[in-house]
């Protein structure tokens, strides 16, 4: 990929938070970027704010509910139709203190954060290949380490933790990486996850109580700002040197380590499966 300028960069969760600044960093590059947001008027609101700071960006936006199974293949279908795609960057993500299920009866951390990865990437997968070289960036996240899946409980049904769920969902991330980039070997598509950093973004926000207060407490006291957590999204996007750079996982926009349970190449071929299962489609 000789530099971004003119490529075809996709970011999801891309109105608020490192997203924003993601597709922000991508069009002052000179890519065509694709903001996806879930909410209409922030979406708006967040390609106002490009326009303005990034004179002649070239910038547009798809609206969809990622925690929807219907929604992404409606996202995955419109996104399909484009003539190249150079860069995925899947960045969506959440965190829920109670346990919630989506329309497809899923619980929502796993649908979110996960399976709206699995379904986007895989029905962008052609695309993505037809434009090779082509890279798909993963947001994960250091909250994995510990964590461990449950693949008789992969909807988090019995003793629901909001932060336990996260840090599973942040292990599927990495496992989806290292089995999607063995997927896509030879094809000229990379694909690589990383952790941004505690982020002063909207994280946590959509809940209530002492657990949205406690998150916005450790969020003035420790977190880094946005334009900090977005540099390991915008190095993996664009930088040449890891151009052929597969299936790793990033922090500070250096290979990095991940857990035992994230190098679990065994589980990581057992969440594809159950993951495709679950979205119908072929493993």
Known sequence: MAGIGGKVCIV???????GLVTAEALAT???????????????????????RRVAGASIESEIADLSRLDEVRSLGARLAALPRIDVLIN????????RQTTPD????????????????????????????PARIVNVASEAHRGATLDFDDL?????????AAYGRSKLCNILFTRELARR??????????????????????DNGG??????????????????????????????????????LYFDK???????????????????????????????
């Open 12 to 18: 999801t969760g891309a109105t608020s938070g490192i």
């Open 29 to 51: 590059k000179g890519a065509r970027v694709i903001v996806v947001g879930r909410d209409r008027a922030r979406t708006d609101a967040a390609l106002a704010r490009i326009k």
């Open 91 to 98: 960045n969506a993500g959440a965190i829920f203190r109670r």
């Open 105 to 132: 009866r899923l619980e929502r951390t796993f649908a979110l954060n996960h399976m709206a990865y699995f379904v986007l990437t895989e029905l962008l997968r052609d695309r993505l290949i037809q434009s090779a």
């Open 155 to 163: 909807q988090n049904e019995h003793h629901y933790r909001g932060f």
């Open 184 to 205: 896509l070997r030879g094809t000229g598509v990379t694909a690589n996850c990383l952790h941004p950093g505690f982020v002063a973004s909207r994280f946590g926000d």
């Open 210 to 247: 002492l657990f949205r207060a406690g998150i916005m407490i450790a969020k003035r006291l420790f977190a880094i700002s946005p334009a900090q957590g977005a540099t390991t999204s915008i190095y993996l996007a664009s930088a040449p040197e890891v151009e052929e750079q597969t299936g």
């Open 253 to 283: 926009s250096k290979p990095a380590t991940p857990s035992a349970a994230a190098q679990d190449d065994v589980a990581a071929d057992r969440l594809w499966v159950q993951s495709a299962q679950i979205a119908g489609i072929a493993a």
